[in-house]
């Protein structure tokens, strides 16, 4: 009897444990502290690439390769692509980038704090886990994004262009950076070192602030930064393409189906 009792209680707590640890990670998912990454395989790591456009033909062409974590926008790029933005526009967009990808950046306006504030809440609105807002990091931009993030929006600051912005994002809880490394280099600096030195200062503070190295003008820049640390990008379709550009891959490409060919693969 006593035997049966001891077996009953041991399967009572082993049940109490179960039914706690599964709503404590349920909570845990909806506060935002386990992610869920839909279309994020499990071996890409810490690697996260963004496709730089609000053109719909090219998220067509691009997005369904895979290698993709989201897509990046700006009031820039929407004027480029021929998008209005306005709210209703850029909620129709993130609708259609979020089919492909787990997120969907899209940038807050406004000439006060407050109306970056509420054109960033209302942008966000749809899905807060997987839009993020970007706010540039001026003064204005850090103090609408300190709110934003206490309303559970997730930010980006952006249009950085000095190491020492990295300070500013780990401090006020931002999860991207985003340096213009292309553009610092034009500017006169070392974009390369901006943006690693960036890395160095998140890393020294502890803080789990990412540097969104944005700006990029080719495919070696992005194989030399990953190789040096660096994990989070976003860039044109024309870099994306120039990803897959080698002779030597092509050429083995169609030798092996020549030989599929006289073996008779398609019977």
């Not at 033909?57 to 004027?79: A, C, K, Q, R």
């Not at 190789?227 to 080698?246: I, K, N, Q, Y």
Request: hydrophobic fraction near 40%; aromatic fraction near 6%.
């Amino acid at each position: 009897t006593m035997n049966k009792k001891s077996l009953l209680l041991d399967k009572m707590c082993y049940t109490t444990h179960s039914v706690v640890s599964f709503l404590i990670v349920g909570c845990l998912v909806l506060l935002g502290s386990v992610e869920t990454n839909a279309f994020s395989p499990v071996h890409r790591g810490q690697a996260r690439f963004f496709l730089d456009t609000a053109d719909l033909d090219e998220w067509e062409s691009l997005l369904p390769l895979g290698i993709f974590h989201g897509v990046t926008t700006n009031p820039t790029i929407l004027e480029r692509c021929g998008h209005p933005c306005t709210i209703s526009s850029l909620h129709s967009l993130a609708s259609k980038a979020l089919e492909y990808t787990d997120e969907f950046m899209c940038q807050s306006w406004g000439s006060t704090v407050q109306e970056l504030y509420d054109n960033g809440m209302a942008l966000s609105e749809p899905a807060r886990d997987r839009i993020v807002v970007k706010v540039p990091v001026t003064a204005l931009g850090v103090e609408a994004a300190s709110r934003l993030i206490n309303s559970g929006v997730r930010i980006c600051l952006t249009a950085c262009y000095n190491h020492k912005q990295a300070l500013i994002a780990a401090n006020v809880g931002a999860e991207y950076l985003a340096p213009y490394l292309g553009r610092m280099t034009d500017a006169g600096k070392d974009g390369r070192d901006e943006c690693l030195t960036m890395l160095d200062i998140v890393d020294g503070l502890q803080s789990t602030t990412r540097i969104l190295v944005a700006s990029l003008r080719d495919a070696e820049s992005i194989a030399d930064l990953t190789a040096s640390g660096m994990e989070t990008f976003t860039f044109s379709p024309d870099v994306a393409r120039m990803l897959f550009e080698e002779p030597l891959t092509d050429t083995a490409a169609a030798d092996f189906e020549d030989a599929a060919a006289r073996g008779g693969s398609s019977a």
